[in-house]
């Protein structure tokens, strides 16, 4: 295993080609008021697993890729239970 940053998100975007969208959310106690604080960031990362809206990924540091992609989608932890479910439901 190498010391690379790994993050865990929702994809919330997949209309570009090969590059997906991923909002990875962190909680964590306020240091001077210790109120419980939500924060979430948005980075841009390449997708050769062809994730879509609502999957579980994890995603890894990588390389400069182009001008605001610095990561790539690693796993697909889990897919969008909804969607698969839609589709269970045209097929039979």
């Not at 989608?73 to 969008?80: A, D, F, I, K, T």
């Amino acid at each position: 295993m190498n010391n690379r940053r790994r993050l865990t998100g929702i994809v919330v975007s997949a209309k570009m080609q090969k590059t997906v969208v991923v909002e990875v959310t962190r909680t964590y106690r306020h240091r001077l008021y210790g109120k419980i604080v939500s924060d979430s960031n948005r980075f841009m990362a390449h997708d050769e697993l062809g994730c879509k809206v609502g999957d579980e990924v994890q995603i890894v540091e990588s390389r400069p890729i182009s001008r605001h992609k610095r990561w790539v989608v690693e796993e697909l932890l889990q897919g969008n239970q909804a969607a698969l479910s839609v589709v269970d439901e045209i097929e039979a």
